[in-house]
């Protein structure tokens, strides 16, 4: 089992940037793939990026993609969405979490093919 916290939200103006982190308990961290969503109000979550359990594969929403980079360490224990160039409608509550398989190869982008979900952390971004 896995326990993750998110932390490293915060109000940033557009076109700034944040580094969010993804810290999780359990031995058993390096062997699930961990993905990003973000939820806004009024808005259903939706998926922004997953790195495979090895961190050699990654995957990105297309509304973030070449803006956000997913990164894990193992050693810690954490997984990191870097975002930069910040815009407005990247405003939301930001989650992540492991996948519900084990040292998969393919890489889910739906919420109900993870578990172990964190609380979150709120993301704003000013014009």
């Known amino acids: 089992q896995v326990q993750v916290v998110e932390s490293g939200g915060g109000l940033v103006q557009a076109g700034g940037s944040l580094r969010l982190s993804c810290a999780a308990s359990?031995?058993?961290?390096?062997?699930?793939?961990m993905g990003w969503f973000r939820q806004a109000p009024g808005k259903e979550r939706e998926f922004v990026a997953a790195?495979?359990?090895?961190?050699?594969?990654?995957y990105y929403a297309d509304s973030v993609k070449g803006r956000f980079t997913i990164s894990r360490d193992n050693a810690k224990n954490t997984v990191y969405l870097q975002m930069d160039s910040l815009k407005p409608e990247d405003t939301a509550f930001y989650y992540c979490?492991?996948?519900?398989?084990?040292?998969?190869?393919?890489?889910?982008?739906?919420?109900?093919?993870?578990?172990?979900w964190g609380q979150g952390t709120q993301v704003t971004v000013s014009s």
């Open positions: 979490a492991a996948d519900r398989g084990v040292n998969r190869v393919y890489l889910p982008r739906y919420a109900s093919e993870y578990i172990y």
């Open positions: 359990g031995r058993t961290f390096s062997i699930y793939n």
């Open positions: 790195i495979s359990w090895s961190g050699g594969s990654t």
